[in-house]
T-cell receptor, first 113, second 113 residues
């Protein structure tokens, strides 16, 4: 079945350094979503990408969808301690008339002040 | 305030007991989902429902049961048949089946002693 591989599993940075997490699929994706989960919290939707080569920015966060729609990345510029958490990508899988999200395993980001 | 509520936040049960986790939403969303999250893991889909009185098994439905008698409510029962029930359980909803964004409740952390 459709799976998404997310790397790295963990990343530890100094505050002010950049951070990138990648999501890769062996099949073409219709769209991809990104979520953030703070420690002890629940996932919160960040963005959805649908177009080939799409790039979207949210302040210090830059999201990209690959030209072949098989990979995506989330880049954070100049990390802050508030960026700590786990970042997940998720893709829609169609199963007949039903649709559900398939989740990557997430990248946990730790930021040293 | 519109949102998803899950109760309780923490739940302890003895092995062999069934336990029901509550999930209520006042967002008027059609679709609701139950996920299980284990430490360092992504989200695994247990059950989902795209319409009242209908639900589908997810990837790890064994040992769990659900009902969807009302649009607002999607309770999950963890039965004694579930071999490793200790986990963080997350409920989510979406407006329809398009899966543009999932909204999550705060989660219930279940510990079976």
């Amino acid at each position: 079945g459709q799976q998404v591989m997310q790397i790295p599993q963990y990343q530890h940075v100094q505050e002010g350094e950049d951070f990138t997490t990648y999501c890769n699929s062996s099949t073409t994706l219709s769209n991809i979503q990104w979520y953030k989960q703070r420690p002890g919290g629940h996932p919160v939707f960040l963005i959805q990408l649908v177009k080939s080569g799409e790039v979207k920015k949210q302040k210090r966060l830059t999201f990209q969808f690959g030209e072949a729609k098989k990979n995506s990345s989330l880049h954070i510029t100049a990390t802050q301690t508030t960026d700590v958490g786990t970042y997940f990508c998720a893709v829609v899988r169609n199963a007949g008339n039903n649709r559900k999200l398939i989740w990557g395993l997430g990248t946990s980001l730790a930021v040293n002040p | 305030d519109g949102g998803i509520t899950q109760s309780p936040k923490y739940l302890f049960r003895k092995e062999g007991q069934n336990v029901t986790l509550s999930c209520e939403q006042n967002l008027n969303h059609d679709a609701m989902y139950w996920y299980r999250q284990d430490p360092g893991q992504g989200l695994r889909l247990i059950y989902y429902s795209q319409i009242v009185n209908d639900f589908q098994k997810g990837d790890i439905a064994e040992g769990y049961s659900v009902s969807r008698e009302k649009k607002e409510s999607f309770p999950l029962t963890v039965t004694s048949a579930q071999k490793n029930p200790t986990a963080f359980y997350l409920c989510a909803s979406t407006p329809g089946d398009r899966l543009t964004e999932q909204f999550f409740g705060p989660g219930t952390r279940l510990t079976v002693l």
